[in-house]
């Protein structure tokens, strides 16, 4: 699959799922994702670094999925005012293996990427008890 058509697929996979946890919480951008709610779940940061090359501004969502294609809600997620590049990221999940994907919400239509929002390709990462770092590159969409 080439990068070109691997963006169209995050991107329309996306647009259902992504974030759906922060959207319950009133589009509230500085609020993070609950986490569901479980007995004796050990939970862990994961964090990282987002760098963007281009010019285009907006919202950075960064979510965590436990499969890719999405399935459902993500496990956590987070939006930040992107004002600059590289920024940094942490979100709080339980252990267990995750995609981290994020994208660049340019025209503000909400948690959903459009045509031509930076989007990242996911990234499978583990994330242990004592934490993991992830770092992302966001890449203009075609």
Same mark, same amino acid.
């Given at each position: +699959?080439?990068?070109? &058509? ?7 996979? *996306?647009?259902?799922?992504? *974030?759906? &946890? ?12 609950? &986490? ?6 050990? /939970? ?14 907006? +919202? *950075?969502?960064?979510? *965590? ?21 590289? +920024?940094?990221?942490?979100?709080? &999940? ?30 499978? /990462? ?17």
């Amino acid at each position: +699959m080439n990068k070109a &058509a691997l963006f169209a697929l995050v991107g329309s996979l *996306l647009v259902s799922s992504t *974030l759906l &946890a922060c959207s319950s919480h009133g589009h509230d951008e500085s609020e993070e994702a609950p &986490a569901p709610e479980t007995q004796s779940v050990t /939970t862990a940061t994961v964090k990282g670094s987002v760098t963007y090359a281009g010019a285009k501004t907006g +919202m *950075l969502r960064v979510a *965590l999925y436990e499969s890719f294609p999405p399935k459902g809600a993500p496990k956590a997620g987070h939006s930040y005012a992107a004002t600059s590049f590289p +920024m940094t990221y942490e979100l709080s &999940a339980p252990v267990g293996d995750y995609f981290v994907v994020a994208f660049l919400d340019v025209n503000g239509d909400g948690y959903e990427p459009s045509a031509g929002d930076p989007m990242s390709l996911p990234a499978k /990462t583990n994330v242990a008890a004592s934490g993991a770092t992830v770092d992302i590159a966001l890449a203009d969409g075609k």
